[in-house]
């Protein structure tokens, strides 16, 4: 029999700013599972009581839980195929365990005592119902929906039993799913505690195991550990240890079920096992750019080494149909491929218009112009170049991946879920290190020698170090970021944008020392400006691109964070475009309209164009002294004095423009062609008058 038992006290005592309190009781067959709870919150205890098990009738939830957080202890249900519901009192002290035995009930009879419950407190209510108008009404609410719903049979889903067992040190943690709990589990009740309650052990050498729930048993050695004291079954444990295999649990859990990513418990944990090991990491100098590199071999030289060029005439060499290259596609430019990027699909060229190789997947495909990694929902490949088969293969938990990827210090890096991080060995795919910044729904990525600087939409700048995956500064801001940072030397700067106002700021982005330590704000300043673009540094300026009442702007930042100059643009606001060029800017529209400024700020030139407006805003790309602005008619023009060299009508569904050092240019149109162009003729000045 279930029965809950309010206290009679509250009618006699004055009432506290959250209503009426007392004990409470959850009795099965005369056994109390709430031993404590004798001072609670009666409206939103029994308000949560009525929502878990609406959740469950009503809303068609695998479980529910009920808080009562006076006495730190949590209600779960979880419902079995068929009538009958899992109750498990789980206690949240130290350490935390299940307070007492599970026990199953029968759905219908919750359902019956939990309205009886409720209905009979709301009649002993009396007056007291003023005070709390609000609650007591949506209470009301959730009881007529709770009786007026037909309690329904629980299916029978097929799941496949699994376990996992991770190892750290003489530290071991198995967890076991037996009912496929963690391939069941519904929107709402992958967020409760009751979804990660898995049977297991967790066992220290060979004398000490601990049975029962091992995500609980690993919260309380994390908890322990932060406190510096984590010990099991009276044997102490090293808190590195610790943080290793509360985080193999977490990666355990996330990927037989990808589903359990945002679960709050899991999440908690994981950030306490994150932060315990980055505070146990000592401190130790940044070296890594103190390395010497060979010598490169000069750059974009110009296209002819005498004379002014007059005349490029481009003839096309190839047309191909690309995979998944419409929407969302963007260029890379190899040394012997060109690649098609775009967020489930990779198509790569040669020069001469044969295809190297073609990936698909349907979780995403992380590319650059030597490694590909395909994902799927439960596994995850790695292809060298254009290897037909993958190098490595791994399981994978269905997390979307790409579609940028970096080989930084021996380290795979990409994005997961447009939010996170995470890095492979390329030898093994071993997943070494994965991070999701909390409150993150997109972030940014850019790469400073060994460091990875993830700029958040929460406003956090993270710096990780790519080899490890360790945190090793944060800076946070209330304003979200416009775009990845850009790095300047050591230092990054940062533009971050809210509505009409924007701020910028530069900071240490690699190590230096003890005195300035990496993430020091070096200076910050905000702009009354719109729409603001990604920055450029060129000549010891900063230059960014926005607008201010309708009107194209450009702001000009010495290295220290003044203000050098702002000047108007005739250029379209909302779709400027910038690329450096000899200490000043070059600034172009999705019109083609094009501008170069000096750095002290004076116009050198504007070129204009008549025409439709790319749907695609493209950036301008400079190479070998040749500037290629893209537009419903891209044109070649000389960028001194904005001679148009060449002309090419290319129309207006452009999606990406690439252009090699041999000057070839890769137009890659909708829906899904890329077409290369070659320079046939160069027509120059050979002498220049004196």
């Given amino acids: 029999m279930i029965r809950f038992r309010v206290g009679q006290s509250w009618k006699r005592e004055p009432k506290g700013q959250l209503g009426p309190q007392d004990a409470f009781a959850f009795e099965i067959d005369g056994v109390n599972l709430l031993p404590g709870a004798t001072d609670e919150p009666l409206v939103r205890l029994i308000g949560g009581l009525v929502e878990a098990v609406a959740e469950m009738v009503v809303d068609g939830e695998r479980g529910g839980q009920l808080s009562l957080e006076d006495v730190s202890l949590e209600v779960c249900f979880w419902r079995r195929p068929g009538l009958e519901v899992e109750v498990t009192v789980v206690s949240l002290g130290q350490p935390p365990k299940r307070a007492q035995p599970t026990v199953v009930v029968e759905l219908p009879a919750l359902v019956e005592a939990t309205v009886?419950?409720?209905?009979?407190?709301?009649?002993?209510?009396?007056?007291?119902?003023?005070?709390?108008?609000?609650?007591?009404?949506?209470?009301?609410?959730?009881?007529?929906?709770?009786?007026?719903?037909?309690?329904?049979?629980?299916?029978?889903?097929?799941?496949?039993?699994?376990?996992?067992?991770?190892?750290?040190?003489?530290?071991?943690?198995?967890?076991?799913?037996?009912?496929?709990?963690?391939?069941?589990?519904?929107?709402?009740?992958?967020?409760?505690?009751?979804?990660?309650?898995?049977?297991?052990?967790?066992?220290?050498?060979?004398?000490?195991?601990?049975?029962?729930?091992?995500?609980?048993?690993?919260?309380?050695?994390?908890?322990?550990?932060?406190?510096?004291?984590?010990?099991?079954?009276?044997?102490?444990?090293?808190?590195?240890?610790?943080?290793?295999?509360?985080?193999?649990?977490?990666?355990?859990?996330?990927?037989?079920?990808?589903?359990?990513?945002?679960?709050?418990?899991?999440?908690?944990?994981?950030?306490?096992?994150?932060?315990?090991?980055?505070?146990?990491?000592?401190?130790?100098?940044?070296?890594?750019?103190?390395?010497?590199?060979?010598?490169?071999?000069?750059?974009?030289?110009?296209?002819?080494?005498?004379?002014?060029?007059?005349?490029?005439?481009?003839?096309?060499q190839w047309a191909r149909p690309v995979a998944l290259g419409e929407d969302g596609g963007h260029l890379l430019l190899g040394r012997s491929t060109i690649v098609v990027a775009s967020p489930h699909a990779a198509h790569a060229f040669t020069p001469r218009g044969q295809t190297a190789f073609r990936r698909l997947s349907p979780k995403g495909v992380a590319t650059s112009c030597t490694h590909t990694l395909c994902a799927t929902s439960t596994r995850v490949l790695l292809f060298e170049r254009d290897a037909e088969t993958a190098a490595w293969l791994r399981d994978h938990d269905g997390s979307t991946l790409g579609p940028g990827l970096e080989l930084v210090d021996g380290v795979l890096v990409t994005s997961i879920a447009r939010r996170g991080v995470v890095g492979f060995d390329p030898m093994t795919g071993r997943e070494l290190w994965r991070f999701e910044p909390p409150r993150t729904q997109r972030s940014h990525l850019t790469f400073s020698g060994p460091r990875v600087l993830v700029a958040t939409d929460g406003g956090a700048l993270f710096g990780l170090d790519a080899a490890t995956g360790q945190v090793r500064f944060t800076v946070r801001s209330s304003i979200p970021f416009a775009g990845p940072v850009m790095r300047v030397g050591r230092r990054a700067v940062a533009v971050l944008k809210r509505k009409d106002l924007a701020a910028v700021y530069m900071c240490e982005a690699l190590a230096s020392g003890a005195r300035v330590p990496a993430g020091t704000i070096c200076w910050t300043k905000e702009l009354a400006i719109s729409s603001v673009g990604a920055p450029i540094a060129s000549g010891g300026r900063i230059f960014l691109t926005g607008h201010r009442d309708g009107q194209g702007l450009i702001v000009a930042l010495s290295l220290r964070g003044q203000?050098?100059?702002?000047?108007?643009?005739?250029?379209?606001?909302?779709?400027?475009?910038?690329?450096?060029?000899?200490?000043?800017?070059?600034?172009?529209?999705?019109?083609?309209?094009?501008?170069?400024?000096?750095?002290?700020?004076?116009?050198?030139?504007?070129?204009?164009?008549?025409?439709?407006?790319?749907?695609?805003?493209?950036?301008?790309?400079?190479?070998?002294?040749?500037l290629v602005v893209p537009g419903p008619t891209l044109r070649l023009v000389d960028p001194r004095g904005g001679r148009i060299l060449s002309q090419l009508e290319t129309g207006a569904r452009v999606v990406d423009v690439a252009v090699d050092q041999k000057l070839t240019i890769y137009v890659l149109r909708e829906p899904g062609v890329l077409e290369a162009w070659r320079p046939a003729a160069v027509l120059a000045l050979v002498s220049r008058p004196s």
């Fill in 563 to 626: 203000i050098l100059w702002e000047r108007p643009t005739p250029l379209d606001p909302h779709s400027q475009r910038a690329v450096a060029y000899e200490r000043g800017v070059v600034v172009t529209d999705a019109r083609g309209h094009a501008l170069r400024l000096l750095p002290d700020g004076q116009t050198a030139w504007v070129l204009g164009s008549a025409g439709d407006q790319l749907s695609n805003p493209i950036a301008p790309v400079m190479r070998r002294q040749i």
């Fill in 116 to 316: 009886a419950c409720a209905r009979g407190f709301l009649r002993e209510l009396g007056e007291e119902r003023s005070t709390v108008a609000g609650e007591v009404e949506a209470l009301e609410r959730r009881i007529k929906a709770l009786t007026g719903t037909v309690v329904v049979e629980w299916p029978a889903r097929r799941a496949e039993p699994w376990n996992a067992t991770s190892r750290s040190g003489a530290l071991e943690c198995t967890v076991r799913d037996l009912d496929g709990r963690t391939s069941n589990v519904t929107r709402r009740a992958r967020e409760g505690l009751a979804a990660v309650l898995l049977d297991g052990e967790v066992t220290l050498g060979e004398a000490i195991r601990v049975d029962g729930f091992p995500f609980l048993t690993m919260m309380g050695l994390a908890r322990a550990a932060t406190e510096g004291r984590a010990q099991l079954g009276g044997q102490a444990i090293e808190r590195q240890l610790v943080f290793q295999a509360g985080l193999d649990v977490c990666l355990s859990l996330r990927t037989r079920s990808p589903s359990l990513a945002a679960n709050p418990w899991l999440e908690a944990l994981q950030v306490r096992c994150t932060e315990g090991l980055r505070a146990l990491q000592e401190p130790v100098p940044d070296t890594s750019e103190a390395r010497l590199s060979p010598p490169r071999p000069p750059g974009n030289a110009p296209i002819i080494t005498q004379g002014d060029v007059r005349r490029v005439a481009l003839s096309p």
